[in-house]
């Protein structure tokens, strides 16, 4: 598996994606008209945590896992649920997909266990997600890159599945061996925008280019 150092934040490929850490929090005069009565109490899972001195944008953050790597967090179109990449074990394993309810409760695995996952996205009125992976390639974890000289994200075999929430109904959308990932969903769930790299050189770009296809097929 090729890799290259990222130059940028990959989640600023895809405009309108919403990357967050496994924080969720309120913004400060967002002007949804939210009150806070209408928020999902905090269960037990969810940890309170202060904003840092000075911050005047956030309020009400809750820390919702612990342990292990967690990250590329995207909210269900009902906002009730997050689907996320997590490595249960810091530097053993891969990431696979999980899904959260965001007041820290419901965790529980939606990919295979197989290889590498990442890019997960909720569609079909919450009923389905969509994710990379790169199992069919291989089913064992990919080497790690050198990270050596800054962050890298791997640009590896990746292709797209589709599956139902629980993991069942796994669909494969992409099927051309190469590098398929940073998926982003219609809201009418009938065209998936990706990045795609047809061929895997050490000379990769940083921001393959964008194709589309049809998620329901």
Known sequence: MESRVMTGRRADWL???LLAAIC???????GSGTSSSARPPVSPSARPLEAEAGESHLKNIRQLTFGGNNAE?????????????RQDTVGK???QEYIINIDGTGLRRVSNGLGRTTCGYFYD???RVLYSSTFKHDPACPTPP???RGYVWPLGHLEIYTSQTDGSDLRQLTDNGAYNAESTVSPDGSI???RALLLVPPAAPCAPPLRAAAPNR
């Open 146 to 148: 050198d990270q050596s």
């Open 192 to 194: 998936d925008l990706y």
């Open 93 to 95: 394993g891969c990431d």
């Open 15 to 17: 405009t309108g994606r």
């Open 73 to 85: 967090s995207y909210f269900s179109r009902s906002g009730k649920q997050l689907v996320f990449q």
């Open 125 to 127: 009125n919450d009923r």
């Open 24 to 30: 969720t929090f309120s913004a400060v005069s967002c």
